[in-house]
Nanobody, 113 residues
Framework: VQLQASGGGLVQAGGSLRLACKVSRIIFVSNTVGWYRQAPGKQRELVARISSGGTTNYADAVKGRFTISRENAKNTIYLQMNSLEPEDTAVYYC????????WGPGTQVTVSS
């Protein structure tokens, strides 16, 4: 599998979750990977991205609460989500930022108030 997201779940507001995205080695080493999310009735949005060199960018809505990182030895991209809010409820996906591959099922994150 080229990109597979996992780690979602149900959490109370203020809680934390860590998502993981397993990436095929061949595309992990030289691509910018992003975490996206899609809430019911809304368009999919990019919330964080990390380049092959480790440069990160965040959407304003998650800045200061979410942290994206990469673990090269495991070909894995993480999204640490802290201080979660009900508005963060969505299906979360990982994909390449440039020339995205097919979208997998994602992982559901539900934040209760």
């Amino acid at each position: 599998v080229q990109l597979q997201a996992s780690g979602g779940g149900l959490v109370q507001a203020g809680g934390s979750l860590r998502l993981a995205c397993k990436v095929s080695r061949i595309i992990f080493v030289s691509n910018t990977v992003g975490w996206y999310r899609q809430a019911p009735g809304k368009q999919r949005e990019l919330v964080a991205r990390i380049s092959s060199g480790g440069t990160t960018n965040y959407a304003d809505a998650v800045k200061g609460r979410f942290t994206i990182s990469r673990e090269n030895a495991k070909n894995t991209i993480y999204l640490q989500m802290n201080s979660l809010e009900p508005e963060d409820t969505a299906v979360y996906y990982c994909n390449l930022v440039n020339q995205p591959r097919s979208w997998g099922p994602g992982t559901q994150v539900t934040v209760s108030s």
